[in-house]
């Protein structure tokens, strides 16, 4: 009924002369935009859902409305979401709406503003994707050629979308880091300019900078309240995010625009052909930074993630346990041990396979994926079977789009490798590493029978750990023929790669990695059931780096693991209780070697695994309440899952600096029922009980005054620093 009445609304508005108003709606916002026939399609507005008052005041000329996918011709003041050069040269585009078509899916609607351009053929079709219940709006376009045969428009900018934001006191949060520090948080206010954010690494797209923003509109960003705008590129290669603004007080708008980077990347596109380009996913919420986050892990896990919705099984990795001294028996010990601490998988890294050159380390080998037998005498097939004897799965490394130089692959296939014509081999890792180049069929099939070889040979592998640990090098494919498609190509080639493995393989679990922290975006994501968050185990760093990831990712898809100490990569000592708490708090795993621990630090592992057990559907898939940021410099981090009936929730605690008598605010919790009661009891718990230990707390009291914890480590043992404290609530 509601829908004929907004169509009668834009009909009549339309034989008035006014603009034809469109309408997106998901549970809690909407995006209002004028469609009229013959204009330049506008957005109009975009937040929380406007009521049918609003929308009959909503409507352009609009004070802050702006266009939805700009060009080089009625914005030639501003940038451009779409610039061309047409076959005679000229570098304008004008899009003009044709028509609206609107179409159910099983999650909301899709809105289609067919656009052209009336000179040339050229054809634009803008869409908008409503994820109803999940609060989150996608948005692409579809770009046609209809020219004559033969002919080829250029695109040299071609953005999934463009949003304009009502200027004030905006902020804008965005992610960067390096290997083993990902997903720093940056906030910066949006002022005067463009502001960039990019990644052209090729294929580790968020090693840096991530393709995920959050747009704080009033003010400094706060996690519990403030209207927030979340939006991430689904795409894995390259991208640019530009934030535009102008310098005059009279523009009323920011202006954010996503896309594939078009840097030596233009597109030709011929006669007949459509570009597709990646969807772009904006949510509202005035719920603050953790809302929107709220917002995107329901999305994710419901959309994206392969397997979203259940929850990831508790490993042991070998790869900080032996690096690449991998023996059959150090692999049967490592199982035995995490099978013995209620562990439920193990996974084999890097180092068990070549032939001619078997991998010693990572000078050699990528692309010989035959096991060593050496190493391995009773091969994959052995290690399978034993691990089924422990009551445990079995899972195992692979990099299969990279290849030595030193490879029986490589030197079969040299013309395999991405490489600029007439340039000397950039080789990476180890000083002889090389990509290779999916855009060609021959490789695309070799990278399937990677996988499918592996899994044919042993069905019973439940896991693979998919990594890549090197950028797109001197750009060149020696199939391609147009060397500017060669970034997109590569992505469209893996595409087909991951397709077929996930058509073969629906059920084995695959994670996506690459150094670490590289394929973190939700562009890579839906073949995966999780990613590797950073080769940075440190506890205390990866309090930081967790806190970002979750931004826009779920915990049931973030790895994290407990390390040794000293760490491998930052030396730093940290207690066991420690490294296992900020370990429960989201996807808990090990990378050690369990046969360095201690009997009481593996007692200690085994009852916090077991303890994980009871708290892991609300850790893995519950809503994230982020309180306390690491990056306040209170010295503090604290965070709450809840279980979607918030009946049963998590609280973690951290302590991330020590100075003595610094006292820290109570303990105040977020997203409990105010009205109920919760029991709270210390998980993973060492020395004396909290004086709050067993007690009964109502929600409200929880959230507005709550609990007090001693600001030092009081467990025994040497340090005061590095206190924390997980805290199971359950209610009554
Ligand atoms: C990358 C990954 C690590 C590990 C090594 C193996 O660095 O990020 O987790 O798998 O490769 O070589």
């Not at 702006?66 to 047409?86: D, F, G, I, K, Q």
């Amino acid at each position: 009924m509601k829908k004929i009445l907004l169509a009668i609304a834009a009909f009549l508005m339309l034989s008035a002369g006014l603009g034809a108003q469109e309408v997106l709606c998901t549970r809690n916002t909407g995006i209002v935009l004028d469609a009229t026939p013959g204009r330049v399609p506008k957005i109009d507005y975009y937040g929380v859902r406007p009521e049918e008052a609003d929308l009959a005041s909503l409507r352009s000329p609009w004070s802050n409305s702006a266009e939805a996918y700009p060009t080089h011709n009625a914005s030639s003041e501003n940038l451009e979401a779409l610039a061309v050069r047409m076959p005679d040269g000229n570098l304008s585009a004008d899009l003009r709406v044709v028509s609206v078509h609107r179409e159910g899916w099983d999650g909301g609607e899709i809105l289609t503003i067919s656009c052209r351009d009336p000179k040339y053929p050229l054809e634009v079709d803008i869409k908008y994707k409503s994820y109803y219940g999940q609060d989150v709006i996608g948005t692409w376009t579809e770009i046609r050629w209809n020219g004559t045969r033969k002919s080829k428009v250029v695109l040299t900018r071609f953005d999934s979308g463009c949003l304009p934001i009502r200027r004030g006191d905006v902020w804008v949060s965005s992610f960067g880091g390096s290997w083993a520090g990902e997903m720093s948080l940056f906030c910066q206010p949006l002022g005067p300019g463009v502001r960039t954010v990019f990644n052209k690494d090729g294929i580790r797209n968020s090693q840096t900078s991530h393709a995920e923003v959050m747009i704080s509109l009033d003010g400094k960003p706060q996690e519990l309240s403030g209207r927030v705008i979340g939006a991430a590129l689904c795409y894995p290669g390259n991208f640019e995010l530009r934030f535009e603004t102008g310098d005059s007080r009279y523009e009323s708008v920011h202006r954010f625009y996503a896309g594939i980077d078009p840097s030596n990347s233009n597109y030709s596109l011929a006669a007949g052909e459509t570009f597709v380009t990646p969807e772009l996913v904006y949510s509202w919420s005035d719920e603050g930074l953790s809302g929107v986050s709220r917002n995107f892990h329901s999305w994710g896990r419901k959309y994206r993630l392969a397997h979203g919705g259940k929850v990831n099984d508790i490993l042991l990795n070998s790869w900080e346990g032996v690096y690449f001294d991998i023996n059959e028996e150090g692999m049967h010990r490592m199982m035995k041990d995490i099978a013995d601490m209620g562990g439920e998988l193990f996974v084999m890294d890097d180092g068990w396979f070549g032939g001619k050159y078997p991998r010693k380390d990572d000078h050699s080998s990528l692309g010989d994926w035959v096991v060593d037998r050496n190493k391995l005498p009773g091969g994959v097939g052995g290690l399978v079977e034993e691990a089924r004897r422990d009551g445990i799965k079995f899972g195992i490394w692979i990099e299969p789009e990279m290849a030595n130089t030193k490879s029986e692959l490589y030197e079969a296939h040299p013309d395999w490798i991405i490489n600029a014509p007439g340039r000397d081999i950039v080789q990476g890792r180890g000083g002889t590493q090389v990509v290779l180049d999916l855009s060609n069929p021959a490789v695309q099939d070799y990278v399937f029978g990677v996988f499918d070889g592996i899994m044919t040979a042993n069905p019973d592998i439940a896991y693979i750990k998919w990594d890549a640990n090197m950028s797109v090098p001197s750009q060149g494919s020696q199939y391609l023929g147009n060397q500017e498609h060669l970034y997109i190509e590569y992505h469209r080639g893996l595409a087909k790669v991951l397709d077929r493995i996930r058509a073969k393989y629906p059920d084995v679990a695959i994670q996506a990695c690459a150094s670490g922290g590289g394929r973190v975006n939700w562009g890579i994501l839906p073949w995966f059931d999780e990613f590797w968050t950073s080769d940075n185990t440190d506890a205390l760093q990866r309090v930081y780096i967790q806190w970002g990831t979750s931004y826009f990712f779920p915990a049931e898809a973030m790895a994290a693991h407990i390390g040794a100490s000293p760490n491998h990569t930052t030396g730093r000592e940290i207690p066991l209780k420690f490294r296992i708490d900020v370990a429960m708090s989201a996807r808990l795993g090990m990378e050690l070697q369990p046969s360095a621990m201690t009997q009481e630090e593996r007692d200690k592992c085994r009852k916090a695994i077991g303890e994980y057990k009871e708290i892991r559907d609300i850790v893995q898939l519950g809503d994230l309440y982020r309180i306390v940021s690491p990056y306040d410099g209170k010295g503090l981090a604290t965070m709450l899952y809840a279980s979607p009936t918030k009946d049963r929730a998590v609280y973690f605690w951290y302590r991330t600096e020590y100075f003595h008598a610094n006292t820290v605010p109570a303990a105040r919790m977020a997203g409990l029922d105010p009205s109920r009661n919760y029991r709270v009891r210390e998980l993973d718990r060492e020395g004396r009980p909290l004086s709050f230990e067993g007690k009964l707390f109502s929600g409200r009291f929880l959230m507005e005054n709550g609990l007090d914890i001693p600001s030092a480590n009081t467990a025994p043992g040497p340090h005061r620093d590095f206190a924390s404290h997980v805290l199971y609530l359950q209610a009554e």
